[in-house]
């Protein structure tokens, strides 16, 4: 089965073509961060506008790289939802007009069923049961994942996603949009210990957790003492330190609750280098594995919506080519769980 995943959910216009025989056979993904960056974020109308232009000439290349014609597509994928609605329309609309012009099955993926399942893309791939984090610029989630489809939510943030908080305070910080990587990079020069930030609900006893009250930490540091650059550089630090900080406690505490010895961690702060490092120690030293998407696969990307695309479609669900978008979905109920056939 070949399915053809589009992606367009905020500011990445992904495609990607994946075999169920042969895996994935050719991906392409624009990025707009060149376009948001002089607004300071991402403007959805101007989003939504670019994804029209990019679209279908991403179609064309992936199919070429893949060695095939639209006549080889057995189906569409495309992400419903979560995402800006505007965005998720040029993908919708998309799929499903060449899923009735092809007489082929035009599916809705949730994005972040994607995100979760996307380390499947990736040798060697978790065996289920895991427990999954998922750490972006929306969400960070804590999930018990018994198959595909089955997904049982432990925990989550109760404001700011860590995506999010490394966003704002890389704004605080004065550093360029797309924050959360700049953050990252200013880091490495930062000296541990210099200033000192907390770590919120860290011991709380849940899975649940809260990040809007450290980027007020920092804005009450920014506020207090201008900052040099060797002092932004050491707030810089000590941010990530506390954000990975949580993060790693919270996963070792998902992992004894569900007696599960498998961890994956996906979404975009997923390829943070500080957080990969950790959570690898931590996981080890307890006989646990942590598995990650290739950094290629962290973001919003079309061969994860593909890959859930396939899976979907390989149970026989079908399309009748009329849809909306979900611009708020919940993932537990994103569909009836399913067994996973076959990866390649």
Known sequence: MLVLGIETSCD??????????????AHALHSQVAMHGAYGGVVPELASRDHIRRVVPLIETVLREAGRELADVDGIAYTQGPGLAGALLVGASTA??????????????HHLEGHLLSPLLT???PAFPFVALLVSGGHTQFYAVRGVGDYTLLGETLDDAAGEAFDKTAKLLGLPYPGGPSLA????????????????MKDSGDLNLSFSGLKTAVLTLVRREPPTEQRSADIAREFEDAVVDVLVAKSLAALDATGLARLVVAGGVGANRTLRERLRAATSARGAEVFYPELQFCTDNGAMIALVGALRLQQGA????TFTVLPRWDL???GAPISAGPLG
């Open 12 to 25: 990445e216009t992904g495609v990607a073509a994946y075999s169920s025989d042969h895996g994935l056979l």
């Open 96 to 109: 499903n007009a060449l899923g009735f012009a092809l007489g082929k099955p035009a599916i809705g993926v």
């Open 123 to 125: 040798d060697p791939k």
């Open 185 to 200: 990079k200013l880091a490495e020069r930062g000296r541990r210990g210099a200033v000192a930030l907390p770590r919120p």
């Open 318 to 321: 079908a399309s009748d080519y």
């Open 332 to 334: 537990a109920s994103a």
